[in-house]
Each structure stands twice: as C-alpha cells, then as structure tokens.
C-alpha cells in the first residue's frame, strides 16, 4: 500500500502537539511494559499495522515475551497477565471502543482497586494517545517500518 499523505510534513504543528502528548506519557508512574501493553491492545482493535509493528518490538525491548504478545487478544482466557494487568486491559478496550457502550462502572471500579485516580488519568490518557496515533496511521495507510 501506498501512504495517502504525510501528516507530519503537511500539518506539522498538530504533529507536534501529538509528539508533546507522548512525551507527557513517558513522565507517568506506568511500567514501560503496561504502556506498550495498552499501545499494542488498542493497536489490535484498531487494527494498525504500524503501531502494531512498532510496539510488539518495543514490548520485547523491554522484556515482554513472545508468549505474552502472542496472547495478548485473549488475555481474559489465559492466566499470564495479572489481575492489575487485566483491569488494565479491560479499560483500555473500553476506551478504546468508547462508542458501543462508554466505560462501564464495573470496568472502572475494578481499575480502583489496582490504580490510583492518578494512574487512572494516566492510562486514559495513554489509551487516547495511541487511538490518536492509530487513527492517524490508519487513515494515512502509514507503511510499517523495518
């Protein structure tokens, strides 16, 4: 496939902006492994290929394993992520799929159990983040990267 357009070279200062916003992702308390986490899941609902590609390797960067990756479409039927993990994940879709039925109060009070309001804020925010970045990729047709 071929890229539509080059949003960074035609509209940079919105690109900027969305760099600004990642970079205020790296200063949360969340683990590199939950970030990639929530960049990969929501990454395979949306069905990017380049922030799939992007964020799998990452993931295995640091230290995530092949069998976790591999599984992590049907985490809720396996026991390789924790329970913190899990709440985590179930959020990440919601948000992600924020238009067939908003956060559920269960999903929600499930994250307080494991998460700070802070931590809370900080993985909506890294879920919005790469639904933007997924958006962009997708409709641009961004081809995936060696």
């Known amino acids: 496939m071929e890229q539509r357009l080059n949003i960074a070279t035609i509209y940079p200062e919105a690109y900027k902006g969305m760099y600004a916003l990642s970079a205020a992702l790296n200063k949360t308390a969340l683990t590199p492994i939950q970030k990639e986490l929530i960049k990969i899941r929501s990454s395979q609902i949306n069905h990017c290929a380049f922030c799939l590609n992007m964020h799998t390797k990452d993931a295995l960067k ?4 092949q069998q976790r990756i591999f599984l992590l479409d049907a985490w809720r039927e396996t ?48 879920v919005v983040i790469i639904n933007a970045w997924n958006r962009i990729s997708v409709s641009t047709l961004v081809p995936i990267a060696d």
């Open 62 to 65: 640091y230290g995530e394993t």
């Open 79 to 126: 026991d390789l992520f924790t329970p913190e993990e899990k709440a985590m994940l179930a959020l990440t879709e919601e948000v992600t799929l924020i238009s067939q039925h908003g956060v559920s109060d269960a999903v929600y009070k499930e994250a307080q159990q494991y998460f700070s309001d802070e931590q809370i804020a900080h993985i909506i925010m890294a």
